[in-house]
């Protein structure tokens, strides 16, 4: 399958938000990425559910949504109510993740597992069967703009390979310090969506970034 590409709109201008948006929505980006923090689990605030609501509103791309907050089962329910397509949820923070990707799932939404730069991909192993995407972090999760931990092809590479010997319909995700300069190895690394923030909203042509990303050239 073609690779996908789902802007982070953390690096976004906030007091310019539905234009970002509407960029977005003519761009050749596939998802819409949104990080939500809590201040605890990553040390950030970013944004809830009255700002989560008035993006769908703008969005014509599918919301791609990853939590970075304690305890998500509290409100599973809530982001599929405000639009949320994937839901992604972090190994580290979750007691009994089978139950809470099942109840993802139940819900109508994509299930995703994101994992720190420091967990091991093969923890994944028995919870691939219950999920669509495994979302690798390739810088410690938080804040935008941070620099590409290279290791992480390695974690790619294996992630790759225990999802193909077990025909699992996984996508694998990378986030953290995503450009033009690294997306081509990555895919050919065993990546399926790149998430990218600074390296798109910080450019002088953000839609002609995201074009290079999708097309690679």
């Known amino acids: 399958m073609e690779h996908l590409v789902s802007p982070s709109l953390l690096a976004a201008d906030f007091t310019n938000l539905e234009n970002e948006v509407t960029m977005i929505?003519?761009?050749?980006?596939?998802w819409l990425h949104l990080d939500i923090m809590d201040g605890v689990f990553v040390p950030n605030i970013s944004f809830g559910f009255p700002v989560i609501k008035a993006i769908k509103k703008v969005a014509a791309k599918p919301l791609d949504v990853h939590l970075m907050i304690i305890?998500?089962?509290r409100y599973l329910n809530l982001f599929s109510?405000?639009?949320a397509n994937n839901l992604t949820v972090q190994y580290e923070a979750c007691n009994h993740l089978n139950r809470t990707v099942t109840e993802i799932r139940n819900l109508g939404m994509k299930a995703g597992v994101a994992i720190n730069p420091h967990t091991p991909v093969s923890l994944l192993k028995n919870i691939l069967p219950y999920i669509d995407l495994v979302l690798v972090m390739t810088v410690n999760p938080?804040?935008?703009g941070q620099l590409f931990i290279k290791e992480s092809y390695n974690k790619i590479t294996e992630l790759r390979k225990m999802i193909d010997a077990g025909n699992y319909n996984v996508l694998i995700?990378?986030?953290g310090g995503i450009d033009t300069s690294n997306a081509l190895k990555l895919i050919e690394s065993g990546v399926n969506v790149l998430v990218a923030g600074s390296s798109v909203f910080s450019s002088k042509d953000p839609e002609g970034t995201i074009r290079k990303l999708k097309r690679l050239i």
């Open 173 to 175: 995700e990378v986030d």
């Open 142 to 144: 938080g804040f935008g």
């Open 71 to 73: 305890d998500p089962d």
């Open 81 to 83: 109510e405000v639009g």
């Open 25 to 30: 929505n003519r761009s050749e980006a596939d």
